[in-house]
């Protein structure tokens, strides 16, 4: 990832990464968006789990309140 950012930071190309990562970045105007129109902002979090073990209540309490608040 280092090397993809500067690459990108030195005006090699193009690269695909979340926005979270290149956040100070973007503020410093060190990178810019490309294809921001065609980009929008995503609130949307993805959670991966196991779903084949028994799951902890704790866990699942977890599971149910990331679900009613997404």
């Known amino acids: 990832m280092a090397l993809v950012l500067s690459a990108t930071g030195a005006g ?8 979270d990562q290149v956040q100070d970045e973007i503020d410093s105007g060190t990178l810019v968006r490309a294809l921001a129109d065609w980009c929008p902002p995503s609130q949307v979090n993805h959670f991966y789990y196991p779903h084949r073990r028994q799951p902890t209540p704790a866990f699942m309490l977890l599971v149910d309140a990331l679900r009613h608040n997404g």
């Open 12 to 19: 090699r190309g193009l690269a695909c990464v979340l926005e």
